[in-house]
Structures are given as structure tokens and as C-alpha cells.
């Protein structure tokens, strides 16, 4: 990633938010870098270097500034393929892909070479995979010792570190301190039974619309949105739990409440979180691109999904009905199929079906429920497809290859494909050009037609599709797209 000193420097002399994750800075006089936000003390240029990643800034020796805490930076959505590809492979590199395995093997479930995999990551990040895989868990290990009361043997295996000698020795080498004086300097919330932690952001976001769109698609039992929050059921391995977020009042962050239950799942957990609230996105660039769509509510953003499971199974059940009856009938398959579960909200009730107990079901106890019996031996062909590994959901999957795999299942057509891609794949280009509602708003019958007026919008489509929805809902909420 080329950086320009002078436009970077300029960003930090105005704390700017827009840049913040995008590009740290060195400061030679103090030895630390920061985000662009930081409050400290002007630095003066001829002090600055600037790095396209915390982990850039670490390699040339750098320590994370105390004040404006790199390791909440948010991420980076990139337009190119080769920045695609490395936000792609950061993102796995977070769920711990290279906790267990290798370079090789993350470079293979990506569908490219291993050459091109570290050739990408140090084209966008300016380092080695395995560094960036370093950076990551260290950074995560400083978050959880100054935010929570974890004991730092529970940090050091949270985070990634398989012993706690090797946590404390690589700590100590990259910040020339060592664990327990970090704790010691922190006062961490009293231990509650919950965890707290904090998601940043590059305004604007549009938290309201956000909450609307997942109010509207709440899976019963599963999730709630009130007027200013998200809360869900959680099964992470083999943990469970619950959480809820909510917008900070004094930062551009969301703001994470967990069970304690699921600080093993911490990493994988906030991971999937910034996916769903598309944290990384760039609003300014993507708004951009969609023009006058964009002119109203440049916050707006991509809706994805906690589970792209939960989300595929979703949307085969509202194919071709409203909103409010696919979210009946999935309400009733998680009453039959979810395992239940204690939350302090009497809301939660039930775990999200898993692929496995799914995949037991026939499709008579499926369409007993009200689901038609096509849709059903769907949602089975689903959960057998994701099972035995031909059809992954995770971050960094092959798009073309996921949908082609997707549209191989009876009763999984383009438009279905395409909802599953914008959703639960992240996939920020897609279009279901054949619904209806796109249709209504956009004032064309012609899918052709509706599709060349589309192309002005790339790479950035999914972003139009939910600003088009929106733009009906006013008029019609409960007709048009069932999605």
C-alpha cells in the first residue's frame, strides 16, 4: 500500500477520523506510533514515518501508544483485488488460521498460491503473514490486560499463544515490558460475570439503520434489537453465551457486552461482530461511488451476518415471501431445532440450529413446521454441503466458486445466491438484480435493464441494494423483498 508522507501527515494534524486504521504513524522523539485520532501533542513531520499497518510500525521497532491504543483501530474494506485479498486473508489470520495451521494452507483455502498469498499481505500490510499473525495476537493480549480481569494465563491462551513462557518472552521483546506491569498500570472494570469491549469505527455509520434492518430479520429466540441495541445467542466451539451491542457515547466504537462464559471465543467472536456490522468499511469512498443514492446517508452500511449458516438457511426460507412470514417460520425451525439456553433477556431463549442437527432432520419435520417441502430438502442439502467442507462461509472464501457451489442445491437459484453473497459472504459487489423490490425502486421491470443501471455502482452494488430496500420501506414494510 503506497502512503503519501504530506496527505498522511495532514490527516494527523487534524485528527482525522476517515484515515483511522488505514495508516499508522511513527514518532521518532517518543518511539511509540499512533492512529490518527490520537489526542497527544502535535508530532512535528520531520519526526513521522508512516506504516500501512500496526504491524509495519512494530517491525521498525515502533511500541503502541498508550493513549490512543492502536489494537482499536478498525479495519480496512479495499476495492482492488489485491487489497480484497489481504483484508481476506487478515480477517482468517484473526479467526486463528494460523494458530493450528499454515501459510500454505490458508494460501490453498483461498484459492491462490502461497507465493501470491505473502506477496498480497505484504503489498497491503508491509510484512510477512506469520508477523502479521504476531502483531495481531500481541495487540489482542494488550486489549484484554488493560480491559478485562482475565488472568493473564487465560489472556495469553485467549489470545493465540500456545504457553505462557513464549507469551511473556515475545511480549516483553516487542514493548520492553512485560504483562503483569501493564496489568498493574491498568484499572480494569471490576469482574462482573460480563466482559466489555469496544469495536471502532470510520464515521459516518448509520447505527439507526443498521438496528432497523436487523430488527425487521430478527430470528426469534436467537436475537432482539430495542430502540439502541443488538443482542444475540452465542455458540462459538464449544462455548455459549450472549451478547450485546450498542453504540459508544463518547467514541466513534460500538460498544461489546459478553458473558464471560465466552472470553475463550473472544478473537473469532469480535472478528464475526465487526463482519456483521461492516466496521471496516470505508464510507467516504464507497459513497463516492453510489453518487446521489449515497447523498442522504453516507452511513448507511452492509448488513452482514454473525452466522453465514444461520443467515443461507434464512434466506431459503424467504424465498418468494415477506419479511414478516420468513421470520415466523424461521422462528418456528429455532423453536424445533435450537438448543435452548439462560440469558438475562427474556428474548433469548434458544441457540441458532446448527448445521449438524439440521442435516439430521427429514424434510417432513422440516415442512411440518410450515416450510415447503422444496425449500426444506434445501436447507438439508445446505447443512450437508456446509458439513462435509464443499461450502464454507467464512471470511476470505472463493466468491465465484461459493456461488457456483450454492446454485448446485435444488431450489437455490441466482437470486438467492446473490442475497447469501451480500450477506453472509460480505461480498460488497453483489446484486440480485431479479427482485422485486430493487425493481419497484428503481422504477424498471427489465432485470437488463436493471442491471445495466447497476454497473455505475461497482465494486459497491451490495451497498446500493440496501439503500434501495431502504428507500421503500417507508411505503411498503411488510411487501416487495422478503429479504
Known amino acids: 500500500m503506497k502512503l503519501n508522507p504530506e496527505s498522511c501527515y495532514q490527516a494527523v494534524l487534524t485528527h482525522d477520523p476517515r484515515f483511522d486504521g488505514v495508516f499508522f504513524v511513527g514518532i521518532a522523539t517518543t518511539g511509540i506510533y499512533c492512529r490518527t485520532v490520537c489526542s497527544a501533542r502535535r508530532p512535528r513531520r520531520e ?9 509495519a510500525a512494530e517491525r521498525a521497532g515502533y511500541r503502541p501508544c498508550l493513549r490512543c491504543r492502536p489494537e482499536m483501530a478498525p479495519g480496512r474494506a479495499r476495492a482492488d483485488a489485491v487489497g480484497r485479498l489481504a483484508a481476506a486473508a487478515a480477517a482468517r489470520i484473526e479467526d486463528g488460521a494460523l494458530t493450528e495451521g499454515s501459510v500454505g494452507s490458508l494460501a490453498s483455502e483461498m484459492g491462490v498460491t502461497d507465493r501470491h498469498l505473502r506477496r498480497a499481505l505484504r503489498s497491503e500490510f508491509g510484512v510477512a503473514p506469520i508477523e ?9 493480549a494488550r486489549r484484554l490486560l488493560r480491559d478485562t480481569t482475565l488472568p493473564i494465563t487465560e489472556v495469553a491462551y485467549v489470545s493465540g499463544f ?5 507469551f511473556n518472552a515475545l511480549f516483553h521483546a516487542r514493548y520492553r515490558t512485560n504483562p503483569t506491569t501493564l496489568r498493574k498500570s491498568q484499572t480494569p472494570a471490576a469482574q462482573t460475570g460480563t466482559l466489555i469491549c469496544e469495536l471502532s469505527f470510520r464515521p459516518p455509520l448509520n447505527w439507526d439503520a443498521m438496528l432497523d434492518f436487523l430488527s425487521d430479520r430478527a430470528l426469534p429466540g436467537v436475537e432482539w434489537v430495542d430502540r439502541d441495541s443488538y443482542y444475540r445467542t452465542v455458540a462459538l466451539r464449544e462455548h455459549r453465551g450472549w451478547i450485546a451491542v450498542s453504540r459508544s457515547s463518547t467514541r466513534y466504537a460500538l460498544r461489546v457486552e459478553l458473558s464471560a462464559s ?3 471465543a473472544l478473537p473469532p467472536l469480535l472478528a464475526r461482530l465487526r463482519r456483521l456490522f461492516d466496521l471496516g468499511a470505508d464510507p467516504e469512498l464507497i459513497a463516492e461511488r453510489l453518487g446521489g443514492l449515497a447523498i442522504d446517508d453516507p452511513g448507511m ?20 415471501i415477506s419479511v414478516r412470514a420468513a421470520n415466523t417460520l424461521a422462528g418456528r425451525l ?7 439456553i439462560e440469558s438475562p433477556f427474556p428474548a433469548l431463549t434458544r441457540l441458532s440450529p446448527t448445521a449438524e442437527r439440521i442435516a439430521r432432520a427429514t424434510p417432513g419435520e422440516i415442512s411440518a413446521i410450515g416450510i415447503v417441502t422444496s425449500r426444506a430438502n434445501a436447507i438439508i442439502a445446505l447443512a450437508n454441503a456446509v458439513i462435509d467442507r464443499s461450502l464454507s462461509f467464512g471470511p476470505g472464501v472463493n466468491i465465484e466458486r461459493t456461488m457456483a457451489r450454492l446454485k448446485q442445491i435444488p431450489g437455490v437459484g441466482d437470486w438467492t445466491a446473490e442475497y447469501i453473497a451480500m450477506r453472509a459472504l460480505s461480498w460488497p459487489d453483489a446484486f440480485p438484480h431479479t ?10 421491470t427489465n432485470p437488463a435493464r436493471v442491471l445495466e443501471m447497476a454497473e455505475a455502482w461497482r465494486p459497491w452494488r451490495s451497498y446500493a441494494v440496501i439503500r434501495l430496500w431502504r428507500s421503500l420501506k417507508p411505503l411498503s414494510p411488510d411487501t416487495g423483498s422478503a429479504m
Open 132 to 140: 502479521l499473525a504476531q502483531t495481531q495476537r500481541l495487540l489482542f
Open 301 to 320: 452500511r452492509l448488513p452482514g451476518a454473525f452466522s453465514g449458516f444461520e443467515t443461507a438457511v434464512r434466506a431459503i426460507i424467504g424465498q418468494q
Open 47 to 55: 519526526n513521522c514515518t508512516f506504516y500501512p499497518s500496526a504491524a
Open 435 to 444: 427482485d422485486l423490490g430493487i425493481r419497484k425502486a428503481l422504477g424498471e
Open 334 to 340: 429455532v423453536e424445533s431445532m435450537g438448543a435452548p
Open 162 to 166: 500456545s504457553s505462557v513462557r513464549r
Open 262 to 264: 465466552l472470553a475463550p
